[in-house]
């Protein structure tokens, strides 16, 4: 087991993490803010409260459901 050749490569891997580290970095700090109004599919689901804790939808097809079958 060379350890000094697997060294090499650990600060080489390291490097290159850093390096695309730094690229992301940069292109975050160059992306501006959204501007404007959010989407109105976005603000649709923000106001049905989004997903409850089984990562369904709240708002979803129960609701639907229930609605019709009291329509009966």
């Given at each position: 087991m060379n350890l000094e050749k697997i060294l090499g490569e650990l600060r080489?891997?390291?490097?290159?993490?850093?390096?695309?580290?730094?690229?992301?970095?940069?292109?975050s700090a160059e992306?501006?803010?959204?501007?404007?109004?959010?989407p109105r599919w976005l603000q649709q689901h923000?106001?049905?409260?989004?997903?409850?804790?089984?990562?369904?939808?709240?708002?979803?097809?129960e609701g639907v459901r229930s609605r019709a079958e009291s329509a009966l």
């Open positions: 080489d891997e390291r490097r290159r993490i850093d390096e695309a580290i730094s690229a992301l970095e940069r292109m992306r501006p803010g959204r501007r404007g109004r959010p923000k106001q049905k409260g989004g997903h409850d804790a089984n990562g369904t939808d709240q708002g979803g097809r």
